[in-house]
């Protein structure tokens, strides 16, 4: 069978204008399925995918579009370099059969991640099915050598941003990946919604966490409370020496940054927050665990907690004692300010190694770029990335 291909740009166009259409801007018509995620610790959440005939859990990512699996044997190595054992790599024991659709000839699959891991391999092809979905003939990545740290459950990866990221490193011209042929195929409306719980008692339980395609995931929001904002091309990060109004990631610019200690003797004790206008592009990173900001909007956070937080090289991460008082913090996106539960702002379930009583800050200094709204940003909100409409759109978690 043909390798499957990106449909032409105006054809494209005509399948956006049409479903965008049909989308209301607070609610899409229907969900065409609901993927039940696992919580890792309020780092990143779980999913199972069925590849022919194996089903196996992978990491989600909204920071990247491949989807790829690891299959024993394979070369583990450690940060240097140095082959060692494949449990050193940490992947589960649920691995995937061989894909049963062919291969993709002369096609090396390269991958590298912010946290310095790398995973390099081949293509080839099989259905998968995810959220009730079935995708026919998919392209698909197979590792065979990599720097991982694992959790021991997971054995790939599901990326969900588009289609240009998978030809970035010019190895492969760019493919559709899963999310992009749902859509592209009529299998489901233009978009996916997360709809992430944070995990308060550290035991990882499933919380109702969902990736919902094509709809809404069943977790209470405040439906007045709707905010949208576009998807930014790629162009906007000029670290990423990218030209053009091509989509890439969802990076979006907030339309402000509001912060400060709360007075809770005052009628509202919202008032007199500090309102920061600042434009800059931010990724939303389902993949992240932290939010990453620039360094002077931080550090200003950062002097509003009572104890402010000093940064741990040994934890790799901003600490804060875990009984201090923690400011407000929020994105503003139109005329909604969704804020970060004090749950996200200092997560007591993430403690230093050294004393056990500080708690890390859900807020890092990002020195630079790039920047992201991560996890601790993500599980106060619903958040739904419409690419019918090229746009972002957020409601209040009601309080779990």
């Known amino acids: 069978m043909p390798r499957t291909t990106t449909t032409d740009a105006s054809a494209q166009e005509a399948r956006r204008r049409r479903s965008g259409g049909a989308l209301s801007a607070r609610e899409p018509p229907y969900h065409q399925g609901n993927v039940g995620l696992y919580n890792a610790q309020d780092m990143y959440y779980i999913t199972d995918i069925t590849v022919g005939n194996t089903t196996v859990p992978v990491t989600i990512d909204t920071g990247s579009s491949d989807t790829w699996f690891v299959r024993s044997p394979f070369t583990c190595v450690d940060y240097y370099g140095m082959r060692v054992n494949e449990s050193q790599c940490g992947f589960g024991t649920k691995q995937i059969s061989p894909l049963s659709q062919g291969h993709l000839d002369n096609a090396v699959f390269a991958r590298s991640y912010a946290d310095g891991t790398y995973v390099y391999g081949s293509f080839g092809f099989d259905d998968v099915v995810l959220g009730g979905v079935t995708i026919q003939h998919q392209q698909l990545a197979v590792v065979n050598n990599t720097y991982w740290y694992g959790d021991g459950k997971t054995s790939g990866l599901l990326g969900l941003a588009y289609p240009l990221m998978t030809g970035m490193d010019g190895n492969v011209p760019a493919y ?11 299998l489901i ?24 395609f094509g709809g809404l995931p069943p977790v209470e929001y405040d439906d007045s409370t709707w905010g949208r904002t576009p998807i ?21 610019s907030a339309d402000a940054y509001v912060y400060g200690k709360l007075n809770a003797t005052a009628k509202d004790p919202y008032a007199g927050l500090v309102v920061d206008k600042t434009q800059f592009p931010i990724l939303i990173d389902c993949g992240s665990s932290l939010t990453r900001l620039p360094s002077a909007l931080a550090k200003a956070i950062f002097k509003s907690f009572s104890t402010p937080p000093q940064y741990l090289s040994n934890d790799g991460g901003y600490y804060a004692p875990c ?22 702002l200092l997560r007591q ?33 619903v958040a739904v990335f419409d690419v019918g409409n090229d746009e972002v759109r957020f409601a209040k978690r009601l309080k779990y």
């Not at 990423?240 to 890439?248: A, E, H, I, K, N």
């Open 176 to 186: 559709n990946p899963v999310f992009t042929n749902m859509w592209e195929r009529d």
């Open 189 to 212: 409306m233009p978009l996916f919604t997360l709809g992430l719980s944070r995990d308060t008692n550290g035991t990882t339980e499933d919380k109702e966490s969902y990736l919902a």
């Open 232 to 252: 930014l091309s790629m162009a906007a990060e000029p670290g990423w020496g990218l030209t053009g109004d091509v989509r890439g990631l969802y990076i979006i």
């Open 323 to 344: 009984n201090a008082r923690v400011p407000a913090f929020g994105v503003r996106v139109g005329s909604e300010t969704y804020y970060m539960s004090p749950d996200d």
């Open 349 to 381: 379930n993430a403690r230093d190694v050294e004393t056990g009583r500080l708690c890390r800050v859900g807020i890092i200094d990002a020195d630079g770029g790039p920047y992201t709204l991560g996890v601790t940003f993500l599980a106060n909100v």
